[in-house]
């Protein structure tokens, strides 16, 4: 039960990322994807970037394990591992502007994956 509540809670603070861009142009990680999806039938050629099918793909694996009976470590592994590559971007990108909305916005993730990958490595490995 807890791997589906800490992978829950890195789904909702994959989306809390905070991105500033040009003059006066910002917006949540969620806001960015509903742009992108509202517009996938205008512009089919605006998703195909990997840093918006990696980190899509992340998610999605760990909306699968959310259904799953005992949520699988790889899936987990996965899916934290494609959200962090965007996230970690953005981190960085933060630091090196120093705005820390960027920074702040990120930490819940940085959180909740480092909680996640704790409680997936105190887990002995299934031997089948």
């Known amino acids: 039960m807890k791997s589906k509540v800490l992978n829950f809670c890195l789904i909702l ?9 040009g003059t006066n142009q910002s917006g949540f990680l969620i806001e960015v994807e509903w742009q992108i999806f509202s517009g996938i039938l205008d512009d089919p050629t605006s998703f195909i970037h990997p840093f918006i099918i990696i980190p899509l793909l ?16 790889l899936l ?14 953005i981190l960085f990108v933060g630091f090196l502007s120093m705005n820390f909305k960027i920074i702040a916005s990120i930490s819940p993730f940085l959180f909740f994956g480092i909680l996640s990958i704790k409680h997936h490595r105190k887990k002995p490995i299934p031997k089948n």
């Open 13 to 21: 603070s994959s989306f809390l990322g905070y991105l500033e861009w």
């Open 58 to 73: 992340g998610q999605v694996l760990l909306f699968i394990t959310l259904f799953q009976k005992k949520p699988s470590r």
């Open 76 to 89: 987990t592994f996965l899916g934290l591992g494609c959200l962090a590559l965007l996230l970690l971007f």
